[in-house]
């Protein structure tokens, strides 16, 4: 049973430009979660998604982030128009269910905006 | 709303001794605790978890941790470090019970060095 997989697993991209970061749950958990960590601090929460739904996304930013799960396919942290203040780990987790459940996390993808 | 206190950012052992790395957190429910590790530069992964089941919870690698409501603690323990155990250390509590409260609340971390 394959882990977490994210990918890129590295990203550089200039500012103004778009990033997507992809997310494939582990095999059977339909609950995706996206968090974010800047250099030296710990992980942030950012988003939780069910399969088409977008449950919980109290910690993203008002602009230029989005994120979505489809019914196929993985899930997409989408940035607009990146800034350097964008530059960070983002790491995505899956459960088989929600609250109390375990988390397991994918290796990250390391974003770095010049 | 819940959180998490790591009290140490730092802690320096050296191989084969204890290791402590201490956690408080606040919470309006019982909550579901976790230690996660992660290596530099990879993601994490999960050392324990606790759920309201036994107090004492063992984890991967020799880890354990205890749950002490009146203390509100949940720290990490090992009796014997090894140079493998040199990472950083998250103390997680899970936010909430029922509709959309599912993320994971994360302290900052505490980094572990092991000294030959």
């Known amino acids: 049973n394959a882990g977490v997989m994210q990918n890129p697993r590295h990203l550089v991209r200039r500012r103004g430009q778009e990033a997507r970061l992809r997310c494939s749950p582990m095999?059977?958990?339909?609950?995706v979660y996206w968090y974010r960590q800047l250099p030296e601090e710990g992980l942030k929460f950012m988003v939780y998604?069910?399969?088409?739904?977008?449950?919980?996304e109290s910690g993203m930013p008002k602009e230029r982030f989005s994120a979505e799960f489809p019914k196929e396919g993985p899930s997409i942290l989408r940035i607009q128009q990146v800034v350097r203040g964008d530059s960070a780990a983002y790491f995505c987790?899956?459960?088989?269910?929600?609250?109390?459940?375990?988390?397991?996390f994918g290796p990250g993808t390391r974003l770095l905006v010049l | 709303a819940q959180s998490v206190t790591q009290l140490d950012s730092h802690v320096s052992v050296s191989e084969g001794t204890p290791v402590l790395l201490r956690c408080n957190y606040s919470?309006?429910?019982?909550?579901?605790l976790f230690w996660y590790v992660q290596h530099p530069n990879k993601g994490l992964q999960l050392l324990l978890k606790y759920t309201s089941a036994a107090t004492l919870v063992k984890g991967i690698n020799g880890f354990e941790a205890e749950f002490k409501k009146s203390e509100t603690s949940f720290h990490l323990t090992k009796p014997s470090a090894h140079m493998s155990d040199a990472a950083e250390y998250f103390c997680v509590v899970s936010e909430g019970y029922g509709g959309s409260q599912g993320n994971l609340i994360f302290g900052k971390g505490t980094k572990l060095s092991v000294k030959p």
């Open positions: 095999k059977g958990h339909s609950h």
């Open positions: 919470s309006s429910y019982s909550p579901s």
């Open positions: 987790a899956s459960s088989l269910r929600q609250v109390g459940e375990t988390q397991y």
């Open positions: 998604l069910q399969k088409e739904n977008i449950i919980d």
